[in-house]
C-alpha cells in the first residue's frame, strides 16, 4: 500500500508536466523556477501593495499635510509634525487611550481567568463535554452587530433581562440603575459583552493548548506522587502558557483597536466615558474631516500596536524554548 | 483573422451599448436624496405629479438620520454621482457652496422669475444663503422646519390632575409659555401614576454620535440667551457663548434632564422621543414639526390627546431651527432636470399641495393664506416658531463645531462632568482653536 502511494506521488509531476496545455508549456518553457515563481506570487504582492502598502505610505504622507478629505479643492500644506504634536498633547486623545487600555487589561483578564477555567473544566472529558463545547462557543459565532444590539435590549432599565437578574439577585429596583447611561457602569457593560462575546474564543486556544500536553508526563508526575495542586503548577501551567500567551496577544491587538461593539452600546457615552481610541479616531477622520491629523494619531496607533506586539511575540517565543 | 474579428467586434458593440443605455436612461430620470422620515413618504407622493408632467422618472434615496450626514457628505466629498438633487441639512451650506458642491441658482432664478421674496425671509436666509444673509442662493427653501413640544392634553385636561397641580404651583395647568414653567410642569407629571401607569416628565434629546444634544440644549440656550457670536460675522465668542444667561440655560436643559426624564434615557433622539410618547411614559416631549402630521394621526395618542406647543421663552422667544433647502448637486449629469424640478417645486400650486402632503411649505402664498392657521393643529404654533428660530453654525466647519458642542453637552449634562460654565467654556476654547485653523480668526 505505501509502494503503491509512493508511485503515484512520484508520477504526480509528470502528469501534471503532461497534462500542461502545449501552447502555455512551449510559452514558459524558457523560464526559471525563480521566474515562474514570481510569475505566480506578483499578482498577491501587487494586490498586498495596492490595498495594504500603499494607503499605509499615503496615510504617512498625509499625517504631514493639514488635508481634509471633505475639502478636496483646498490647497495640500506640508505642516511638518505639527499634526503628531496635536494629537501627542491633545488632553482628550490621552483620556481615550487610557479608557482603551481600561478597556483592554479588563477584557484580557477575565477572558483569559474564565477562558482558561473553562479549557480546563472542559478537558475533563465528562459526558456530554463535545455538546457544552459547542454551547460555550455560540457567543463568538454571533456578528457584533447582533450582540450589540441584543444586550442594548437586555440593559435596557425598564425592560432589561440584565437589570431584571440583578434586580433578583441583590434586590436594588431594575430601573434604579442604568448599565449603559451610568458614567461608572457604562465601561464595565462593555467589559461585559466582550467577555461573553470572546472568552469562547481564549478558552478554545487554552484547550488546544491543553490537549498539546501528553499523558505521560502527568503519568511520570503521579509515578512521582505529585499533587494534583503540584502538576498543575509545574505541568499544566507552564506547558499551556504559550497558548495563553498567544490568545492574549490575539484579544490585546483585536481590543485594542475595539470599534463595534462600543459604537453599538454606548457610542462612546455617556458623554465621553466609553470613547475609545477607535472611536476618537473615527470621529477625528470622518466627522470632523481632519483627514491628516487623524493619520497622525492612525501611524501613532500603528507603531503603538506594532511595537507592543513585536515585544510579545519576542517575550512568547522565550517561553516557547524554556 | 476573420474569426478573432467577430468576437471583437461583438464585444465592442455590446460595450458601446452597455455604456450607451445607462446615459439614455439618465436623461429623463433624476434621482433625489433626502432623509429617511415621514416628510419623505409625502415628497415621493407629490413628485409623482412632476413625473406626470414632465415624463422624468423619479428616483429617491433616503438615508436614515443617523447616518444621513455620513452618507450623503461622503458622497460629496468623493465626488459620487449618486443625487442629482439633494435635501441637505442647513449646516452644509456654507461648506457645500464654497467645496462646489452645490450649484449656485442666482442666474437659474433670474430667468426663470422665481423670487426669493415670495419665501418666508428667515427660511431664506437659513436654507438658501451663503455667505449668510447675502443674495447668493445655493437652495431653494423645502421644508421649514423647527424644534417644538407636544403634550398629552387629555392628562393635561383631568379635572383631579388640574386640581393637584394648582394646589402644587398656584397656577392653572397648561401648556408651558416660559422654561420655568416647563420645568415645573415636567417635576409635576414625573413619577406621576396616570391611568396606572408610572409617567415621566419629559423626553427630550440626549444622542451622542450626531446631532441631537445639541438640537435638544440649544432648545434651552436660546431663550436663556445663548448667542455664538457678540457681533456678527466677527467670531468673538467670549461673553457670548458662555454668558450669564447661557450658562443658565444649559444648567436648565441638565436639571429637566435629571428630574424628568425616562429611565435609560442617555442617548436619545428623533425615534426615541416619538417612541417614549407613543407608549405612554411622557407627559410632554420635543421633536420636529416634521413628525407632528403624524402624531397627531397617531390611533393611540393622537387626535384629542394631543396638543402642541411652541418652544417656551425665558429672556427671549427662541426655537432651535430644523429643515432643509433642495439643491442641485453641481456633479449631475441632468443638469436640465434637476433644474426643471426646482422650477416646478418652487410654483404655488405645488407648494400649497406640499403643505397639504405633510411637507412644511414656507412658501409666503402657503403660509399668508387666511385658512393656514386652522389647517393643522400645528400649523399656527409653525408660523410662531419660524418666526424666532436659531441656527448652529453654518460655516464649511460645521462639523468638527458640531462635534465639540455634542461631547461639551453630553459631558455636562449626561456624564455629570464640571460646570455649565466650564461646559461653554471649553466650547470657546474649541470653537476658537477651529476658527484659527480656519484662518478666520
Known sequence: MINSDTTILEKEPERAAASTPASLARRI?????????????????????????????WAIRLSFTNYRANRPNAVLENVGLQNYQRVLTDSDIWIAMQTTAHFVFWTILLQTLIGFSLAYLIDRKFRGHAFWTTVILIPMMLSPAV?????????????????????????????SF??????????????????????????????????????????????????????????????????IMLAVLFRGIENFKMFDMVMLLTGG?????????????????????????????????????????????????????? | MKTMCRPLLGATMALGLSTALPS?????????????????????????????????????????????????????????????????????????????????????????????SDFAEAAVNAYSTWPKGTPNYWALPAMGDANAWFYRKDWFSKPEIQAEFKAATGRDLAPPTTWDELLETAKFFNGKEIDGKKVYGAAIFTERA?????????????????????????????????????????????????????????????????????????????????????????????????????????????????????????????????????????????????WQLGGYAVHNDVLNDPSFKDSQPFAADFLVAMNQVQDFWQEPAYAILLQSAQKRFHDYVVADQGTAKEALDGLVKDWTEIFEDEGKL
Not at chain 2, 66 to 78: G, K, T, V
Open chain 2, 210 to 354: 450626531s446631532e441631537g444634544i445639541t438640537m435638544g440644549a440649544t432648545q434651552a440656550l436660546y431663550p436663556y440667551g445663548f448667542k455664538y457670536e457678540n457681533t456678527t460675522g466677527k467670531y468673538d465668542m467670549e461673553g457670548a457663548v458662555n454668558s450669564e444667561g447661557a450658562i443658565k440655560g444649559l444648567e436648565a436643559y441638565k436639571e429637566l434632564y435629571k428630574c424628568c426624564t425616562p429611565p435609560g434615557y442617555t442617548d436619545a433622539y428623533m425615534g426615541e422621543t416619538l417612541d417614549a410618547f407613543k407608549s405612554g411614559q411622557a407627559a410632554m416631549a420635543m421633536n420636529w414639526f416634521a413628525f407632528f402630521p403624524g402624531l397627531a394621526k397617531d390611533e393611540n395618542v393622537g387626535g384629542d390627546k394631543i396638543g402642541f406647543f411652541v418652544n417656551p421663552k425665558q429672556a427671549t422667544a427662541a426655537s432651535t431651527l430644523g429643515g432643509q433647502g433642495i439643491s442641485v448637486v453641481a456633479n449631475t449629469d441632468n443638469m436640465d432636470g434637476a433644474l426643471a424640478y426646482i422650477k416646478w417645486f418652487a410654483q404655488p400650486e405645488v407648494q400649497k399641495k406640499w
Open chain 1, 29 to 57: 518553457g524558457g523560464l526559471s523556477d525563480r521566474a515562474i515563481a514570481w510569475l505566480f506570487i506578483t499578482p498577491t504582492i501587487a494586490l498586498l501593495l495596492a490595498i495594504n502598502i500603499f494607503p499605509l505610505i
Open chain 1, 178 to 243: 442604568e448599565m449603559l447611561g451610568s458614567v461608572s457602569l457604562a465601561p464595565w457593560s462593555i467589559i461585559i459583552v466582550d467577555t461573553w462575546m470572546w472568552t469562547p474564543y481564549v478558552m478554545l486556544i487554552c484547550l488546544a493548548g491543553l490537549r498539546s500536553i501528553p499523558d505521560y508526563i502527568y503519568e511520570a508526575a503521579e509515578v512521582d506522587r505529585a499533587s494534583a495542586w503540584r502538576q498543575f503548577w509545574s505541568i499544566t501551567i507552564p506547558m499551556a502558557l504559550p497558548f
Open chain 1, 269 to 322: 457615552g455617556p458623554g465621553s466615558t466609553t470613547e475609545v481610541a477607535s472611536i476618537t479616531l473615527k470621529r477625528e477622520a470622518f466627522e470632523s474631516w481632519r483627514t491628516g491629523r487623524a493619520s497622525a494619531f492612525a501611524i501613532i496607533l500603528f507603531v503603538a500596536v506594532f511595537g507592543l506586539a513585536n515585544i510579545y511575540v519576542k517575550a512568547l517565543n522565550r517561553v516557547k524554548q524554556r
Open chain 2, 24 to 116: 439614455l436612461a439618465q436623461a429623463d430620470e433624476l434621482t433625489l436624496c433626502w432623509a429617511a422620515w415621514d416628510p419623505a413618504n409625502a415628497l415621493v407622493e407629490l413628485s409623482k405629479d412632476f413625473t406626470a408632467q414632465t415624463g422624468t422618472q423619479m428616483k429617491f434615496e433616503f438615508v436614515p438620520w443617523p447616518n444621513f450626514a455620513d452618507r450623503i457628505l461622503n458622497e460629496l466629498n468623493s465626488g459620487g454621482k449618486l443625487c442629482d438633487l439633494l435635501i441637505g441639512d442647513s449646516q452644509w451650506i456654507g461648506g457645500s457652496a464654497e467645496n462646489g458642491y452645490y450649484v449656485k441658482l442666482n442666474d437659474f432664478f433670474d430667468k426663470e422669475g422665481i423670487k426669493m
Open chain 1, 147 to 175: 450582540v450589540g444590539n441584543f444586550w442594548r435590549f437586555l440593559y435596557q432599565p425598564q425592560i432589561g433581562l440584565f437589570n431584571y437578574i440583578v434586580s433578583f439577585i441583590t434586590g436594588v429596583p431594575p430601573s
